[in-house]
């Protein structure tokens, strides 16, 4: 069964850089045709879509955040981690990271979510 | 980017009913469209994969349907335990988007 959670801080201050953690149980990044995605959820709103690494290390990021997120995966700990610079009261909320897998040629649907972590922006 | 939008945004329904909730694309996505269901406090669950495709356990009553810009998600016999937002996101292009969600309460 596969598992994936996140991990970092739960306060952040505006303009500080955020580092959350993505760690995957009963899953090896050889494993070829999938990708971790980044999702996040302000309070009480709707899923946005950040980044997605993909297994041959492609990466990809959302326009409206491009230039302030970074994601890299380190398969030695079977984790995928997200930085965020720049951080703002807006970006609050749940992030979750999650199992993309599919066919390529139409796209990875998000079928493994972590349980998500709680990030509040606040001086 | 693809925007897509749900509609409505809240239906109540009892149970043993059918409801159908829509998605809409702003540009064709083919059948690149998958359905989730988000209940409070809890990571949101793949329901329908590329359209029409049920996830592995979920519920028969669930299924989904459409292609190009129209796509829809109907539950069969709705039950208590189906109280949640349903959320629409599509992966034809990036940047991946999401709908607003379609929030279900059960009468």
């Known amino acids: 069964q596969i598992t994936l959670k996140e991990a970092g801080p739960t306060l952040v201050r505006p303009t500080q850089t955020l580092t959350l953690s993505c760690t995957l149980s009963a899953f090896s990044f050889t494993t070829g045709g999938v990708a971790v995605g980044w999702i996040r959820q302000p309070p009480g709103k709707a899923l946005e879509w950040l980044a997605l690494i993909y297994w041959d290390d492609d990466k990809r990021y959302s326009p409206s955040l491009k230039g302030r997120l970074t994601i890299t995966k380190d398969p030695s700990k079977n984790q995928v981690v997200l930085t965020m610079s720049n951080m703002d009261p807006v970006d609050t909320g749940t992030y979750y990271c999650a199992l993309a897998s599919g066919i390529p040629e139409f796209g990875y649907f998000f079928d493994y979510w972590g349980q998500g972590t709680l990030v509040t922006v606040s001086s | 980017e693809i925007v897509l939008t749900q509609s409505p945004d809240f239906q109540s329904v009892t149970p043993k009913e059918k409801v159908t909730f829509t998605c809409r694309a702003s540009q064709s996505i083919g059948t690149s469209l998958h359905w989730y269901q988000q209940k409070p406090d809890q990571s949101p669950k793949l329901l329908i994969k590329y359209a029409s495709q049920s996830f592995s356990g979920v519920p028969s009553r669930f299924s989904g349907s459409g292609s190009g810009t129209d796509f829809t998600l109907t539950i069969n016999s709705l039950e208590a335990e189906d109280a949640a937002t349903y959320y629409c996101?599509?992966?034809?292009?990036?940047?991946?988007?999401f709908g607003q969600g379609t929030k279900l309460e059960i009468k």
């Open positions: 996101h599509q992966s034809s292009s990036l940047p991946h988007t």
